[in-house]
Nanobody
Framework: QVQLVESGGGLVQAGGSLRLSCAVS????????MGWYRQAPGKQRDLVAS???????NYADSVKGRFTISRDNAKNTVYLQMNSLKPEDTAVYYC??????????????WGQGTQVTVSP
């Protein structure tokens, strides 16, 4: 089992910066990838950024060049540095972990989410 706890959300003005943290605990062995997703009211949950075991990163087109995902293995923490924030970045941000359960399958684990609000 994996537990994820997000923190660092808040209210910022457009153009500002914010850093989100995701603390990972439990059985972290065999985690394939970590990611940040976001969901605005009435909208679907979309991938923002991800990082694999081999440190390969992936970003949504809307955040490329502005957001950076990173991890600190010693602290079992994944970060999302968000710069040049825009009002359309406003959403609840969720941390995600994919853990291998077989040679082909995996389980998804989710944090409770942290609110990010960007004012004009």
């Amino acid at each position: 089992q994996v537990q994820l706890v997000e923190s660092g959300g808040g209210l910022v003005q457009a153009g500002g910066s914010l850093r989100l943290s995701c603390a990972v605990s439990g059985s972290i062995f065999s985690i394939l990838a970590m990611g940040w997703y976001r969901q605005a009211p009435g909208k679907q949950r979309d991938l923002v950024a991800s990082i694999t075991t081999y440190s390969t990163t992936n970003y949504a087109d809307s955040v490329k060049g502005r957001f950076t995902i990173s991890r600190d293995n010693a602290k079992n923490t994944v970060y999302l540095q968000m710069n040049s924030l825009k009002p359309e970045d406003t959403a609840v941000y969720y941390c995600n972990a994919q853990k291998r359960i077989s040679g082909l399958g995996y389980n998804d684990y989710w944090g409770q989410g942290t609110q990010v609000t960007v004012s004009p």
